[in-house]
């Protein structure tokens, strides 16, 4: 029987409830993506759009009159080239760091001959609830030097306990076979984990890679907690978070708005900081996305 035969024989099979689910579920989808993506959209096309013609409102997905003046309003802005550089150097090593050591402390946790596996989960699991507050956290930090410094970007998230978890997890459904036939030929638990178990745990790598990445990315709180007074370690959410803090006190103020003659405005400088903040992450996103597909082991090994 040739492929269309068997497709065609599956088609005539559908029954009339299969036929009204696909119906539902094909509609769902694309309402979802509308309501999903209009936003974004919405949002792409005020920033193109003319700073005083936006506030009249109506537009949707078109710009009603192109104009980039906001962009190079907000690519001009004080210190955002030094807040893009800080965002990109801890988004890359505070993603890098964390994912090494989330991933070794899950192999470690996840081999079923390490006493203290149970003891040490709980203890990690406890801290996803407990913390000391902000206040003795401060204190902490300022006591090991780490305020006022790139690193307090990038220490105190180096272990999570979630992701950390979540790999464990992943590690655990890797069948036996690949570390026992890897010791057999004389392997090591580091020749294990690097050229065994890494290789295969690539789409949760992948996952929780993009988890870290877009927490780095979009951070500012700490900045305005710990470095707020250091120009040189700003980052570019920051300098966003003070670009919408500045605009929209200039758009509560009528009388700023009545002598106001330039096409910049609050509404169009905020859609286009939204943009250029938004735009690295949406265009990581799919080359990652193809490894958010598990099950790279079925068929590697037959018990």
Known sequence: ????????????????????????????????????????????????????????????????????KSYVTVLKKDDLLVGAYISVARTIVGTLLSLVTCAILAFIVSRKNFLFARHLSLFWVITMYVNGGMIPIFLLYKGLHLTNTFWVYVIPGMVS?????????????IPDSFEESAQLDGAGYTTIFLK????????????????VAVYQWNSWFDVMLY???????????????????????????AQSMKNSTSSITPVSMRAAATIVTMLPIVCIYPFLQQYFVSGLTLGGVKE
């Open 1 to 68: 029987m040739s492929k269309s035969e068997v497709i065609t024989k599956k088609k005539k099979k559908l029954s009339g409830a299969d036929i009204a689910f696909y119906t539902f579920n094909t509609i769902f989808m694309a309402v979802f993506v509308i309501v999903t993506l209009y936003p974004v959209l919405n949002t792409l096309a005020i920033s193109f759009n003319d700073g005083l013609d936006a506030l009249r409102g109506g537009i949707y997905l078109i710009p009603r009159k192109f104009s980039i």
């Open 161 to 173: 306990a979630f992701n950390m978890l979540v790999i464990r997890t992943y590690m655990n459904g």
């Open 196 to 211: 065994i178990i890494s290789p295969l745990c690539k789409p949760v790598y992948a996952t929780i890679a993009l988890f």
């Open 227 to 253: 470095n707020r007074m250091s120009n040189k370690l700003t980052t570019l959410q920051y300098e966003l978070m003070k670009l919408l803090a500045s605009v929209t006190s200039q758009s509560t103020s």
